[in-house]
């Protein structure tokens, strides 16, 4: 499994500066960590990663080879249980992260759906939360088969965020091969479900992990939230059981991961050796 990183390593710089960094400190591949529709402004300005989904993905490509780096995935997070919005991240983009990803031969892209934000969002009902995920999932799903890329479900909602969500996701639209999931340790540990067994449950569909512990500081809100962006802590020294994850994911036919984690070099590379001690 080659280990890389998510492409927000310094504050306020643009994507090549983040590659820079990225293979800087060792790595040979990094997530397209965000992803737009239209123009950035601070993009151009060379103050933010965010890729333009409406860019030439053969230019990303070559930035990527340029720096000696290989993108992994595609992140396209969505608000998938709001109205539908123009304003806001949702199928339309996902569609393009996929065309996107399978013009330059990646072959993941990363979504969710995100907590509710709106009064709307957050008076559904579970089974209400499934079907519209589902249904605003449905497109996407089907043009990932016929471009043939995977899309990935990452703890990172209410539905998301266990077991039985995904699971309902994916029996709703049918369990296509185009479908799998992204584990994430630190965003399904704070969910309330245990990664380990979450590992354990979709390991033949797993096909992307990103890699985070937290300190037990986090404890208390365990359950109240579903995600959180990073880590500032080497994996390892927190209180996930990411051994147990290594141990069921050993062998797994998983190309690439990622390592959700801010903070100074020495806490990459020894997320990295922790990885490789517990055999991945």
């Given at each position: 499994m080659e280990i890389g990183v998510f492409l927000l390593i310094e504050p306020f710089a643009g994507l090549e500066r983040q590659l820079e960094c990225?293979?800087?400190?060792?790595?040979?591949?990094?997530d397209i960590s965000d992803t737009n529709s239209g123009g950035s402004l601070l993009a151009s300005a060379g103050f933010s990663p965010t890729v333009s989904l409406d860019s030439n993905p053969f230019e990303i490509k070559r930035l990527f080879e340029k720096h000696g780096m290989t993108p992994s995935a595609v992140c396209a997070h969505a608000m998938l249980l709001e109205p539908s919005n123009p304003?806001?991240?949702g199928t339309a983009e996902i569609v393009k992260a996929i065309k996107f990803a399978a013009a330059i031969g990646m072959r993941d892209v990363v979504t969710t759906e995100n907590d509710p934000r709106s009064d709307w969002a957050q008076n559904l009902s579970y089974e209400q939360r499934v079907l519209i995920t589902a249904e605003k999932l449905f497109t996407p799903v089907r043009v990932a088969g016929d471009y043939g890329v995977r899309l990935l479900l990452e703890p990172h909602g209410p539905i998301t965020g266990s077991i039985q969500g995904i699971r309902d996701v994916l029996d709703r639209l049918g369990n296509p091969d185009s479908l799998g999931v992204n584990l994430d340790t630190g965003?399904?540990?704070?969910?309330g479900t245990d990664p380990v067994e979450m590992a354990r449950v979709f390991r033949d569909r797993i096909h992307h992990v990103h890699w985070k512990d937290l300190a037990a500081e986090w404890e208390p809100r365990r359950g109240t939230l579903h995600g959180c962006g990073f880590s500032t802590i080497a994996l390892g020294d927190g209180v996930i059981d990411i051994a147990?994850?290594?141990?069921?994911?050993?062998?797994?036919?998983i190309e690439s991961s990622t390592l959700e984690i801010i903070g100074a070099a020495d806490i990459f590379q020894k997320s990295v050796d922790y990885l490789r001690a517990n055999g991945l």
């Open positions: 990225a293979k800087a400190m060792g790595f040979a591949c990094a304003g806001l991240f965003n399904a540990w704070l969910s147990g994850v290594c141990e069921v994911l050993r062998g797994a036919e």
